[in-house]
């Protein structure tokens, strides 16, 4: 059985992230949880446990490209299909967490709050928010204007201020209001990557 969740739903920037966990029967991992209840120092620590006794898994995503073209769940949708057949194991059975499902060749099931529920998925949310927090971290590093590290793309405050301020990058999601709007309204320059 295959666990899968995503990460990046919400935010204003950034790939969508998704991943499929298939755990292994004889080699439990202690301390999984929905990924967003965990620190951030333990889900760095179970993500290398998660990657070294799974029996199979897999992180893929879908790109701002991918998401302003399709809308975010079609891409999200996309991310969680590619990660499960990423797997180099098959399921017989997958496990999505939330209330719909990818198209997939194998039975699924969708299941609300799915994270907190089925050790699995969150074993699979962990992957995805880890790999998905990650390139944030590195979006820090090569835009230091934008805090990156701090709002995880997120639309806060300070986002949305340095938006403004700054101006647009090929990362953000131009399909996501307000900064659909604030494009409608040529009221923010945007920026190619650099």
Request: hydrophobic share 45%; with cysteine; net charge neutral.
């Amino acid at each position: 059985m295959a666990g899968v969740d995503e990460a990046g739903r919400g935010p204003l920037a950034g790939a969508v992230f998704a991943a499929a966990v298939i755990l292994h029967p004889d080699r439990p991992i202690a301390g999984l949880a929905d990924s967003k209840t965990l620190t951030a120092a333990k889900r760095e620590h179970l993500f290398v446990q998660i990657q070294e006794q799974a029996l199979s898994w897999c992180i893929a995503s879908a790109s701002v490209e991918e998401i302003d073209q399709l809308n975010i769940l079609q891409a999200t949708l996309l991310a969680m299909q590619r990660a499960v057949a990423g797997l180099t194991v098959v399921p017989d059975e997958v496990l999505v967490d939330g209330n719909r499902l990818p198209k997939l060749t194998m039975p699924a099931q969708a299941i609300v709050k799915g994270d907190s529920k089925v050790a699995a998925i969150s074993a699979a949310s962990i992957l995805a928010k880890v790999e998905r927090d990650r390139l944030m971290d590195d979006y820090h590093k090569r835009y230091p204007v934008y805090a990156f590290h701090q709002h995880k793309g997120y639309g806060t405050a300070q986002h949305l201020a340095e938006i403004r301020q700054h101006g647009f990058l090929d990362i953000h999601r131009k399909s996501f209001n307000p900064l659909r709007t604030w494009l409608a309204e040529n009221a923010v320059v945007s920026h190619q990557n650099g």
